[in-house]
């Protein structure tokens, strides 16, 4: 790092307000410019949060016209999850913008320019809130095998406990021969893109059979992604809705495979902490369980069982959204601010429903102002119908619960009476 790039980096990190108070210099040249641009992009790469980005833009014109125009936004989110370099642009939804590469004013280019730096710098802050589920985990896709289905299905690994509703609650795979034969256990999670922290596993110990053995795996390793046939997945792919526990579609697509975890013979929830957190785009999350330790005595194969799978982390806001191209490894980002400003609303409407997630498409994002229209109403109906009844009784609470499409005539007839 020379000399120039050392003093302004030191001026950036902890002398901002000083900046802002002394640039634009005099001269009409303020530090950017006297640096150059090659030295200058080199000193903003050293930024690590959004806070310094959004101080380094209100400098002045000139210096947000720089951030946004050198993609600073977009490369911080690449310093912070390198999952974001597989975004080749980024777009607020129900904007106009040139994909094509056809000619554009400056006027329009720019405008393109700031709507990708306003969703880069959003995304970067996103990105660094901290873990807020104790488990991202929507519903079991498949495992790769089972040995009585669905009796040890993938399902029952959602259940905390080894024991539910009076019975084992816990997957086991099929018995093997060979203790180097592996098993996956793939999931949904609760949105589809999604900042995985870790993943917890219980392995199952087996305390009906003698000598309480536990059917835990040599190592773990962690794969995150999306089906390369489809970005979203249909209610038949799911687990206890197939004939057989097999996946119905094997063609996945990881963005992000971990570093193998080993894993201990304990009967524990153990933790497997990733590297550092991973934007999964995809919504896909699958744990492969790497060799097996334990054999059944009754038949003398190996198997590996599993009582709870758990994954910590945070479903991005429902504000964003993402498009493949052409089953390459490449992506849009889509983002509506509309949704981002419902807050934490959006945030329960993506995890909340299955059904809209299932659908996909643009129907999901067109059905959402229906939902939050319903939400509201049910909300007015309610604190209407608490404030009524305390004053007139509980008659006017029966009268609120009458269906829409009931007779208005009906209606009249309860208040006379």
């Not at 945070?314 to 993402?322: N, T």
């Amino acid at each position: 790092m020379s000399w120039m790039e050392f003093t302004c980096l030191e001026v950036l990190q902890g002398k901002m307000d000083l900046v802002i108070e002394n640039l634009p210099l005099e001269n009409g040249n303020d530090l950017l410019q006297q640096i150059g641009a090659d030295n200058a992009r080199s000193v903003l790469q050293y930024l690590e949060t959004p806070a310094d980005l959004a101080r380094i833009s209100a400098v002045s014109r000139f210096w947000r016209h720089f951030v946004a125009e050198n993609q600073c936004s977009r490369g911080l989110c690449i310093k912070l999850f390198p999952e974001v370099s597989r975004f080749v642009c980024a777009f607020e939804i129900g904007q106009q913008v040139n994909f094509e590469g056809a000619s554009l004013s400056k006027v329009t280019e720019w405008k393109n320019i700031e709507r990708e730096h306003r969703v880069y710098t959003q995304l970067a802050r996103d990105l660094m809130e901290p873990a807020t589920e104790n488990n991202c985990i929507q519903h079991p896709i498949s495992a790769s095998s089972t040995d009585i289905f669905p009796d040890e299905s993938i399902m029952y690994t959602l259940h905390p406990s080894a024991i539910e509703d009076d019975r084992p609650s816990y997957w086991s795979s099929q018995g093997e021969s060979n203790s180097d034969v592996p098993e996956t256990l793939t999931y949904r999670l609760s949105s589809r893109l999604c900042v995985v922290h870790e993943v917890k596993i219980h392995p199952f110990q087996a305390y009906f059979q003698m000598g309480l053995p536990i059917y835990s795996a040599k190592a773990v390793r962690i794969r995150l992604g999306r089906t390369r046939s489809s970005t979203l997945l249909t209610s038949g792919m799911l687990d206890g809705m197939m004939s057989a526990d097999r996946s119905a579609s094997e063609d996945y697509v990881w963005t992000y495979i971990s570093p193998e975890f080993p894993m201990q013979q304990e009967d524990k929830l153990q933790t497997f902490r990733l590297p550092k957190p991973v934007l999964c785009i995809g919504g896909i999350l699958q744990i492969e369980l790497l060799g097996r330790v334990q054999r059944q005595e009754m038949d003398g194969l190996y198997y590996i069982c599993v009582c709870h799978a758990r994954v910590v982390g945070r479903p991005l806001p429902a504000a964003y959204d993402f498009e493949a191209l052409d089953q390459e490894e490449k992506y849009i980002l889509k983002y509506s601010d509309r949704l981002e400003c419902c807050g934490s609303l959006s945030e329960d409407l993506s995890r909340g429903s299955s059904e809209e997630y299932e659908a996909g498409g643009s129907s999901g994002w067109l059905s959402l102002s229906e939902r939050i229209r319903r939400i509201r109403a049910g909300r007015v109906l309610l604190w209407n119908q608490s404030i009524l009844k305390a004053l007139l009784g509980n008659i006017v609470a029966a009268i609120l619960m009458i269906p829409d499409d009931e007779d208005s005539d009906g209606d009249d007839d309860i208040l006379r009476d």
